[in-house]
């Protein structure tokens, strides 16, 4: 019997946190047509001239805080779980790990998975997004399309939903607030241009406001819909009530509309209403990133001290947690 083939997919990370090094990854990341969607020469032109060359220096001292003796969380997790899954799973199941830009890549990957009687793309990002999970389906395809033989391939597009994804951050959470009572608990996703989601709304139906208040069959695929969803389900399990948490939106780039509310406003007007102490959580991730580890738990924390806050704590990612990693083994055996 043919071996099956299992393939997680991160975003990915620097070689190193060298500017030629970040540079070089800026660069692979931001020139994804479904990262930044305008013109391939305006892509270009912006990329290589102005954001690459002035970001590096200031992102590889970001990557600096980050990194430590093994290298980038990201990938050291990413390779500590596939390792995890491996001994969970039987001889009949091959996984491997990929990053969707720089290494391992997808392609490499591939390539060890390609006498497998089936391949299962499972890219690491709970919400569906074109400009994440959608990248990951369209440089798979990319890259199948030229073999001669093409197995039966899976993807999963979204897990949010999955029982022991949402109990590992329930437990990761717990932990802290047996220790401390907080007053305000922030669910912060990353951002995405509003253009990415109403692309994608072929029925017309976004508002960017009560449409994403329930999960439907016409917003399934909606980023900020998905979000506002697993906010849901975790506030229910933690017990939290209306008023006690918010939702907000990170990391957005240039001067479009970007979905809202943008997590540095709402942390300041946290403080505002005498807000003192503050839990946060990242559930658009599900390692330790720059996005998390830096932005959240630590720029956002002095924004949030700044603003007259007290204490701004952030639940750790799931990383390599054996719950998640049972997550993972029931996402690969699923129908």
């Known amino acids: 019997m043919s071996r099956k083939g299992i393939l997680l997919v991160n975003l990915g990370t620097p070689d190193s946190t060298s500017v030629p ?25 912006l990329i290589n001239f102005i954001i690459a060359p002035l970001r590096a220096p200031k992102s590889a001292k970001e990557y600096e805080r980050l990194f430590d003796e093994k290298g980038s969380p990201l990938k050291y997790y990413g390779f500590e779980v596939r390792d995890k899954l491996r ?18 890549s997808i392609e490499e990957g591939l390539k060890a998975l390609k006498n497998c009687g089936s391949i299962h793309i499972i890219p690491l990002f709970p919400q569906y997004a074109s400009a994440s999970t959608g990248s990951v389906q369209d440089k798979v395809m990319e890259i199948v399309k030229d073999w001669q033989i093409i197995p039966d391939i899976k993807f999963t597009s979204q897990f949010f939903e999955e029982e022991l994804f949402l109990e590992t951050i329930v437990d990761n959470a717990k932990k802290l607030m047996s220790e401390t009572g907080y007053d305000h608990f922030l669910f912060s996703y990353h951002g995405i241009p509003e253009r990415q989601i109403t692309k994608g709304d072929i029925d017309n139906t976004c508002q960017f406001g009560s449409c994403c208040d329930s999960l439907t069959d016409k917003n399934r695929y909606c980023y900020r819909a998905q979000c ?73 924390q002095e ?16 990383n390599a947690e054996d719950k998640w990693v049972e997550c993972l083994k029931k996402m690969v055996l699923s129908p």
């Open 21 to 45: 090094d970040v540079r070089k990854y800026l660069r692979e990341f931001l020139m994804d047509k479904r990262v930044i969607d305008i013109p391939f020469f305006k892509r270009w032109m």
């Open 87 to 104: 001994n969970l799973m039987d001889d009949s199941y091959q996984i491997e790990l990929a990053m969707r830009y720089q290494s391992p």
């Open 303 to 318: 924004d949030f001290i700044k603003a007259g806050g007290e204490q701004w704590d952030l639940v750790p990612s799931l």
């Open 228 to 300: 506002y969803a697993t906010t849901r389900l975790l506030a229910e399990k933690l017990d939290l009530k209306e008023g006690e948490y918010s939702v907000s939106f990170q990391s957005r780039l240039g001067k479009t509309p970007w979905i809202k509310p943008y997590t540095d406003e709402v942390l300041e007007e946290l403080a505002k209403q005498g807000k003192k102490k503050v839990l946060a959580f990242s559930p658009s991730f599900i390692a330790d990133c720059l996005e998390t580890t830096v932005e959240v738990g630590e720029t956002y």
